[in-house]
């Protein structure tokens, strides 16, 4: 288990690393995770050797989130201020996704549908 834990926490740290000699433009933990997926695409790293930590993480995610969760209720004062402005912006920035992700969709859609017609 701590073996695993510590494949985890090396990606972890290799992105930290990655992070501050880009000037922190990305989150580490974002890199390492990048990392890590593109070690276990490549098979340098075996799910098996992963899973178990992975798994217990994922049911632990909660922790994760109290946090921010806290620094949010201190910060009401701030976001009641502020609430028309991250409503607009929450809500553009959804029809955005939306709008993106159905075009990309109805792009990919229709290039399988002319290739499964040529078939």
């Not at 930290?16 to 995770?33: A, K, Y």
């Not at 070690?39 to 994760?64: G, Q, Y």
């Amino acid at each position: 288990m701590i073996a695993k834990a510590l494949i985890i926490l090396v990606f972890y740290l290799m992105g930290e690393g990655i992070s501050l000699l880009i000037g922190r433009f990305i989150p580490g933990s974002v890199i390492g995770m990048l990392l890590l997926f593109g070690a276990l695409s490549a098979k340098i790293v075996k799910p098996e050797n992963v899973d178990t930590i992975a798994k217990a993480l994922i049911a632990n995610m909660v922790i994760f989130f109290l946090p921010p969760a806290v620094g949010i209720m201190n910060s009401l004062d701030v976001i009641s201020r502020n609430i028309f402005g991250i409503v607009l912006a929450s809500t553009l920035s959804t029809m955005l996704v939306i709008a993106t992700v159905g075009l990309i969709q109805q792009k990919i859609g229709v290039r399988t549908f002319r290739k499964r017609k040529d078939r």
